[in-house]
């Protein structure tokens, strides 16, 4: 907006900055505003490491200021590559976090703050600079707004800031407040630790993705010898929803210096986590729950730490009703309402009313909405009728939980969706240890009252230790959080339900659950991460044989090594004792893919998803099994689908581009590849949509880049990639590269019509063969999916 320029105040004969609007932008009214508005935030501002400023002036209509000059140089020109020595990291990052707190009391959120915005002084000061895009918050005290009389300039969706150093809500053009300006510092902190940015991209929509839904990779994994807590401290800041965030500047400052102290007296701990196996992101793998994906290849996914709940189906129409011909013996369970003072206790009352979902999903004759969709309406305020339409259902149990101490009150309420009528209402109000007896007095009155016919005993709660039960409530929620920190907590709280009650199966099958998602996440190698898991996961089938999720996390295992008979053994074993879970179906699902069995696969999937619909890793499955399946049209709608879900999920351009490859549409591929917001994906893609365009050159070089970048993590994509540009012997070329470096995209091979043009070659089938996937080999693999009740 300005220029700044090194000065002489002779009056009173020191050096300053004078900052100059430029003549450009002197014509610009916001701009203007805008520069004003600068000078009257930092003039409110008096603080050692913010840039002093002495005056405001206008000359010949050339407005401009002038503040302290500093000597030294822009911190973004200071950070060596592989990041500054931790004594510098704390103090650059305790003045910056200082700097900010101090802004933020006035009420001024800075919006911008970056590297290039911080000058290191030559002695040894750090001083934030440039409010140019200060903002005052809501809270901003009367007597700091009387002082700066800022004025609204930017208007709501507006995006303002520096892309790699923005918060996603800056991102989304959503309002911002201080923890806007906490999401950036972590980005620094990150930056000073590691000399790279935790969110990296060749373009701003690349980096705008990486912000928006990926997770970085903790510091103390890329510098093992720092302290484990800066790593939190870190990760804490960069939480993505701002209620989750570090809340104040001022907290962490004091982290920092608590930290510091630390350090210096000796007095801390270093986590060294595992050097991690280099993560394959090609191809469809396997699922550990109704979270699962189609579009990465890691050894597994992540089932309860799943991504953040995507946002419902914007309606099409004013709340209506369910469907005429919905089931009237089907229901969605809501999360229950956190009522307790402490809103921290919110993990409880979700993990109420989370096992009063799986209780009424283990009814084979009620249809039960999945957890995944069913959630996602959390404090979005929508009416009864429209959940139920969207989620298909002719029902809706929600409520409300209040824990205080050892005393618990839950109330429960079940409404007929197309009226809004009460059915049924009741409040509980018992001691902790009472708490299996309520959920599964509930789910007996809602049996009741939908008047549905049990073939069977109605199923019960597993109790424990009320204590116990608590804290592996808390351990899942945070588990969901899928960071280091977070896995590490959860991994210490289901210890600690051991410790109480050590026969609780779902304990020991979580703590297998976290070892397998934290070695598909690099946090733990294999050699570490997966006899961990079947550790635990026999422990579990030690304490109860017929634990059933168990039996799915050691199907998984197997599958991994390559053992389709053990696998489908196991996976056998896990569906006849739990025939309603959507993990271990959707588990199922994807087995049958790499079976061969598309058709059973696709239709599984179809029924997980009319159960789960605004599941968007679910959709995004099944328009990926209809892909396969020839069903391009389907697939289209279930990719419109998934971006309406999550506009930002990678791979569904790039899928959506593929469809239009086999359509035969090369212009609209491409211009849907283009739109990839996933690098890989777009590198992948690219050779195809340029080849089927005759841009033969084009392609050639998009291909190179490929095997360039991403040789060993992409050799089955590339053998397809020269399949689909029908060159057999580079196909086949790669396709042995694939199985020297244990490529899981070999698992769905017969299933990707991409190979088409060389499935007639006379070394198809022997290739087949001999990774044990021919047809005949195949078929001895005897595995049954019981059909459930739609």
């Known amino acids: 907006m300005g220029e700044v320029y090194r000065a002489r105040d002779t009056a009173l004969d020191r050096d300053v900055a004078v900052k100059v609007l430029s003549a450009d932008m002197a014509v610009d009214p916001s701009r203007l505003v805008r520069f004003e508005r600068e000078a009257k935030a930092v003039a409110a501002l008096n603080h050692p490491h913010i840039v002093t400023l002495h005056s405001v002036e206008e000359d010949g209509g050339v407005r401009f200021l002038t503040m302290e000059l500093v000597e030294g ?56 600079l440039d409010f140019g895009l200060a903002k005052l918050s809501d809270s901003t005290p009367v007597a700091a707004q009387a002082a700066t009389r800022t004025l609204p300039i930017t208007g709501a969706g507006t995006v303002m800031g520096t892309v790699p150093y923005m918060s996603p809500e800056q991102l989304r053009g959503q309002p911002v407040d201080h923890r806007s300006d906490i999401f950036s510092l972590g980005i620094m902190l990150y930056e000073l630790a590691l000399g790279r940015r935790p969110f990296g991209g060749l373009t701003n929509a690349d980096i705008s993705s990486s912000i928006l839904t990926s997770t970085p990779v903790p510091v103390t994994q890329v510098r093992p010898e720092l302290p484990h807590h800066l790593g939190r401290i870190v990760a804490h800041c960069l939480e993505k929803d701002p209620d989750l965030r570090a809340q104040s500047a001022r907290d962490i400052r004091n982290e920092l210096r608590v930290l510091r102290r630390e350090v210096e007296s000796g007095d801390t701990e270093i986590h060294r986590t595992t ?32 991504p953040p709940t995507p946002n419902p189906l914007p309606a099409t129409r004013a709340p209506v009703p369910a469907a005429h011909n919905t089931d009237d013996h089907s229901i969605a369970v809501l999360a229950f309402v956190n009522m307790s003072s402490d809103k921290e206790q919110e993990y409880f009352s979700d993990g109420i009313s989370e096992q009063l979902l799986d209780l009424l999903s283990k009814i084979p004759e009620l249809k039960v909405a999945a957890r995944t969709s069913s959630f996602s309406f959390k404090n979005k305020g929508l009416e009864i009728p429209e959940i139920a339409r969207q989620l298909g259902v002719a029902h809706v149990l929600e409520g409300s939980v209040r824990k205080s101490r050892n005393r618990v009150r839950i109330t429960a309420q079940l409404i007929h969706a197309s009226d809004g009528f009460h059915m049924w209402s009741q409040t509980y109000d018992r001691t902790l240890d009472d708490v299996f007896k309520i959920q599964d007095e509930i789910a007996g009155d809602v049996v009741r009252e939908l008047k549905v016919t049990l073939l069977g005993t109605a199923p019960r709660t597993r109790t424990t230790d009320p204590e116990a039960y608590t804290l592996y409530l808390q351990a899942v929620q945070l588990a969901r959080q899928a960071s280091a920190e977070s896995f590490a907590q959860s991994d210490r709280l289901y210890h600690q339900v051991l410790a109480i009650d050590p026969h609780y199966a779902p304990a020991w099958s979580d703590l297998a659950l976290n070892a ?9 190698s294999n050699a ?15 304490v109860d044989p017929n634990f059933a999720p168990a039996y799915g996390r050691l199907a998984l ?9 053990d696998a489908a053994r196991k996976f056998d074993r896990a569906v006849a004792l739990d025939p309603t879970d959507p993990g271990l179906r959707g588990n199922a699902a994807n087995f049958l893919l790499v079976l061969g069995r598309l058709e059973e696969a696709r239709a599984l ?11 968007a890793s679910a959709v995004h499955n099944l328009g990926f099994m209809q892909r396969l399946t020839g069903r391009l049209d389907d697939a289209i709608e279930s990719y419109r689908t998934t971006l309406r879900l999550t506009p930002n999920r990678g791979n569904v351009h790039g899928e959506l581009g593929t469809v239009l490859l086999l359509k035969g549409a090369p212009s609209d591929a491409l211009t849907e590849i283009e739109r990839e917001s996933s690098e890989l994906w777009r590198m992948i893609d690219l050779p195809m949509a340029y080849h089927a365009l005759g841009r033969t050159a084009d392609s050639d070089a998009a291909l190179a880049a490929l095997i360039a970048k991403q040789e060993k993590d992409a050799a089955y994509n590339i053998a397809y990639v020269y399949a689909f540009r029908k060159e057999p012997d580079r196909a086949f070329e790669w396709l042995d590269k694939a199985v020297e470096y244990g490529d899981p995209g070999l698992s769905q091979i017969v299933a990707e019509p991409l190979f088409h043009n060389i499935q007639t070659d006379s070394r198809w089938a022997p ?24």
Not at 519 to 524: E, F, K, P, S, V
Not at 605 to 615: F, G
């Open 557 to 565: 295992m197997a599958l991994a090594g390559g053992d389709l008979a």
């Open 528 to 542: 570490d991460g997966l006899p961990r898991a079947r550790q635990m996961a026999e422990e579990a089938l030690e």
């Open 605 to 615: 999937q179809e029924s997980l998803v009319r159960r789960d619909p605004v599941n």
């Open 275 to 306: 050097v991690p196996v280099a993560p394959r992101r090609k191809t469809v793998w396997i699922a550990l729950g109704t979270g699962f994906v189609v579009t990465t290849a890691l050894a597994f996914f992540i089932a309860r730490a799943q």
């Open 516 to 524: 397998m998602n934290e070695t598909n996440a690099g946090l733990m």
């Open 73 to 128: 140089q822009g911190l973004d020109a200071a950070i060596p590559p592989e990041g500054f020595p931790l004594p510098k990291v704390f103090d650059i990052g305790i003045a910056v976090a200082d700097a900010l707190a101090a802004a933020h009391d006035k009420g001024i959120v800075h919006r911008d703050l970056k590297p290039a915005n911080v000058m290191l002084a030559t002695d040894g000061r750090v001083k934030v």
């Open 767 to 790: 290739f087949l063969r001999r990774i044990g996937k021919a047809p005949e080999q195949l078929a001895k693999i005897k595995f049954t999916v019981p059909p459930l009740q739609q």
